[in-house]
C-alpha cells in the first residue's frame, strides 16, 4: 500500500461529494450491486468526521504553540522567570500531545484511503439496472450467417489443421493461456496489430509504445488496484504489475498533468500484450482463445471536457464497430447493466462476435466512460475559461482485442474445402487472401 498522505489528497474532491450527496451516491451504490453501501458510505464518512476533529485540534493546538512560544522571549525580558517556567512546560506539553495527534492522523488517513479504494464508481443515469450479464440490454444487432451449408468447425480444431497455432507447445514453453502463434497465424496477428493501429492513426490517435510493467502509482490511479489485484501478475522483486492492458501506461501517461482546455480531445492509442491471471475462469470459456492469460491488443483512450465525454462514448462505439464491419464479422452491441459494469466504469458498451461453430457471442471490446473517476485518482485537470481548475474525463476502449477476433475471423471465413478466406481489408498486410 502507498502512503496514505500520499493516496488520500487526490481522493478529497470525493470526499467532499460524499458528505454533500450522500444519499444520491449511496443510491447509485445500491443500483450497482454494492453490497451494504449505506454502512459502507457512513463508515467512511464517520472516519472522515474523526480526522477533521483531530485536524481542529492540530491546528488549536498549533496557533497555541506559535502564541506561547512568543509569550516565552517577552516573560524573561520582564523577569518574570515563574511564568516563562510555567509556558516553556506547556509547550512541551503541546509539543507531546501534537506528536500523538500526528500519529493519530497517519493512522486515520491510512483507514480512510483504504475504505475510498474499494468504492466503486457509480453508474451514469442511462445504464440499466441489473444483477450480471443476463440483464444487459441488446443495442443493435447485425445479420447473421447461419447456415454454412457444411458443418462449421471451432478455431482451435481449424489452427492445428492449418498449423497456425501451437497450443501443446505453448503449455510446454509456459503454460495453459499461452498458445504460439506460427506462420500464416503469426502473420494474421500482426496484419490484424497493424491494421488496427492504422485505423487509428487515420481517426485522430497518436499512436504510443508504452512500458509492459507499471508501479503502484499508475495501477492505483487508473482503477485496477485494489479491485483487480488478485487478477495482475506482480513482479514482486521491483514491485511492478504486468499490465492487464494498454489503458493503464497511456492513461498514466498523462497523471498528474494540467492539460489546456485548447488541447481537448487528447487521443491516444497503443498496441500491447495483454497480461491477465484470469483465476477461476474454467469450462467452454478458456477453450482454445476464449480466455487467455497473454494476447494482443490495440487500445484506444481519450481524455476529453466533462461537457463532451458521452458525445466521444458514441464516437469511439462507432469507431469499434467500424471495425467490425471492415473486417464482416457478425456483432452485436451490448449497454451494460450496472451489475455487469466494471469497478471503474460510468457507462460501458461492449461489442460481441458471433462465433460459428461455437454458436455463442464472444465480447472483443468494451468502450467506457470513466468520467472523473480515473482522473481524480490521477490529479489531471485542466483549467476552463474561468481559469478555474476542473477534473477532465477519461475514456477507454478495445480497438480491438485480438485472440477473439481471429477465433471469429477463422470460423467465420472458413470454407467447404477447409481454406479460410481473409477479409479483403487485411490482405494487404497479411500478404496472402486464404489459409489453406
Not at 274 to 292: M, Q
Not at 293 to 299: A, I, M, P, R, W
Not at 374 to 386: G, I, P, S
Amino acid at each position: 500500500m502507498l502512503l496514505a498522505r500520499k493516496l488520500l489528497e487526490p481522493f478529497m474532491l470525493e470526499i467532499n461529494k460524499l458528505r454533500t450527496q450522500t444519499d444520491t451516491i449511496i443510491q447509485n451504490l445500491v443500483r450497482k450491486q454494492v453490497k451494504d453501501a449505506e454502512k459502507t458510505v457512513n463508515n467512511i464518512l464517520e472516519v472522515d468526521a474523526k480526522r477533521r476533529a483531530i485536524q481542529v485540534e492540530l491546528d488549536q493546538l498549533r496557533a497555541e504553540m506559535n502564541k506561547v512560544a512568543k509569550s516565552i522571549g517577552k516573560l524573561k525580558k520582564e523577569g518574570n522567570e515563574s511564568e516563562a517556567s510555567k509556558a516553556q512546560a506547556r509547550t512541551g506539553e503541546i509539543k507531546q500531545r501534537i506528536k500523538e495527534l500526528e500519529e493519530d492522523t497517519r493512522q486515520v488517513d491510512q483507514q480512510l484511503t483504504d475504505q475510498l479504494l474499494t468504492l466503486p464508481n457509480t453508474p451514469h443515469e442511462s445504464v440499466p439496472v441489473g444483477k450480471s450479464a443476463d440483464d444487459n440490454e441488446v443495442v443493435s444487432e447485425t445479420e447473421l450467417k447461419k447456415d454454412f451449408g457444411f458443418k462449421a468447425k471451432p478455431h482451435w480444431d481449424l489452427a492445428v489443421e492449418h498449423d497456425i497455432i501451437d497450443w501443446k507447445r505453448g503449455v510446454k514453453v509456459t503454460g495453459a493461456g499461452f498458445p504460439i502463434y506460427k506462420g500464416k497465424g503469426a502473420r494474421l496477428q500482426r496484419a490484424l496489430i497493424t491494421y488496427f493501429l492504422e485505423k487509428a492513426g487515420a481517426a485522430g490517435y497518436t499512436e504510443y509504445q508504452p512500458p509492459l510493467l507499471v508501479n503502484e502509482d499508475s495501477a492505483y490511479g487508473t482503477g485496477q488496484l485494489p479491485d483487480k489485484d488478485g487478477q495482475m501478475y506482480h513482479a514482486t522483486g521491483d514491485n511492478f504489475y504486468l499490465i492487464p492492458t494498454a489503458e493503464v501506461p497511456i492513461t498514466n501517461i498523462f497523471r498528474g498533468d494540467i492539460v489546456k482546455e485548447s488541447e481537448f480531445p487528447i487521443k491516444a492509442c497503443g498496441y500491447t500484450p495483454c497480461f491477465r491471471r484470469e483465476a477461476g475462469s474454467y469450462g467452454k470459456d478458456v477453450k482454445g482463445l476464449n480466455r487467455l492469460h497473454q494476447f494482443d491488443k490495440v487500445e484506444l483512450v481519450q481524455i476529453v471536457h466533462p461537457d463532451k465525454s458521452y458525445e466521444t462514448l458514441e464516437d469511439m462505439t462507432q469507431h469499434v464497430e467500424g471495425l467490425l464491419e471492415d473486417l464482416g464479422l457478425p456483432y452485436r452491441r451490448l449497454l451494460l447493466c450496472t451489475g455487469d459494469m466494471s469497478f471503474t466504469s460510468a457507462k460501458t458498451f461492449d461489442l460481441e462476435v458471433y462465433s460459428a461453430a461455437q454458436e455463442r457471442w464472444l465480447e472483443v471490446s468494451s468502450v467506457s466512460n470513466f468520467e472523473t473517476y480515473q482522473t481524480n485518482r490521477l490529479k489531471l485537470r485542466f483549467k476552463d475559461e474561468n481559469k478555474k481548475t476542473q477534473l477532465c474525463h477519461s475514456l477507454n476502449g478495445s480497438a480491438l482485442a485480438l485472440p477473439r477476433i481471429v477465433a471469429a475471423l477463422l470460423e467465420n471465413y472458413q470454407q467447404e474445402d477447409g481454406s479460410i478466406l481473409i477479409p479483403k481489408c487485411l490482405q494487404p498486410y497479411t500478404g496472402f487472401e486464404k489459409i489453406g
